[in-house]
């Protein structure tokens, strides 16, 4: 927080006047009387319907993840497809998905890059997947999907078993196209 004189602001749009800045405020009216009083009466006014129009208003400050409009729609619609294509271990939708300069963090620290992703995923045993806790965040051509997926998977002569996977997706869009650049994921307890 930066006080300068009376006039507190917190950062882009959110200007207010605080407590301290308030007490600041009625002592200067007292000591120089109605013109004082008067002036910062209308400077007042005046940054408040500045900070109400500004472009960084309330409204506007609102995170585009609890927002889902039509661009998020398709971002999270070309996720579902990657789900699909994983899950059914389609190796075309995930090339056409799939970005050439994807690069994914495992849970187990190591880092690979498309062809070794579309090669895992063509011999990975799982029997389906549930995205859950989705949200999204855009800024201009990047898309970030922060969300959890359990994924199960079949072992031959063993149990199905379940793994929870928080992760963050990143999309950038390329020609009109979203499409997967990057996927940090983490082990996540039940």
């Not at 407590?19 to 120089?32: D, E, G, K």
């Not at 579902?80 to 056409?96: G, N």
Request: glycine content about 6%; hydrophobic content about 40%.
């Amino acid at each position: 927080m930066v006080c300068l004189r009376d006039l507190c602001v917190f950062g882009p749009g959110y200007t207010t006047l605080s407590s301290r800045c308030n007490a600041t405020l009625l002592s200067h009216i007292s000591r120089f009387g109605d013109t004082m009083r008067n002036l910062i009466l209308i400077v007042a006014v005046a940054v408040a319907a500045a900070a109400v129009a500004s472009p960084d208003s309330v409204a506007q400050r609102t995170p585009t993840a609890t927002r889902v409009g039509a661009e998020e729609q398709r971002v999270l619609s070309v996720e579902d497809e990657y789900v699909a294509a994983e899950v059914s271990r389609d190796e075309q939708a995930l090339r056409r998905l799939v970005d050439d300069k994807f690069v994914q963090n495992s849970p187990n620290g190591t880092t690979s890059g498309k062809e070794e992703l579309i090669r895992a995923v063509l011999n990975l045993r799982m029997l389906g997947q549930t995205v859950r806790e989705r949200s999204v965040l855009i800024e201009g051509d990047l898309a970030l999907i922060f969300g959890t997926a359990d994924l199960r998977f079949a072992d031959p002569g063993k149990e199905d078993r379940v793994s929870s996977l928080r992760y963050t997706s990143t999309y950038v869009k390329r020609n009109g196209q979203w499409r997967m650049l990057a996927l940090p994921m983490q082990q996540r307890s039940r």
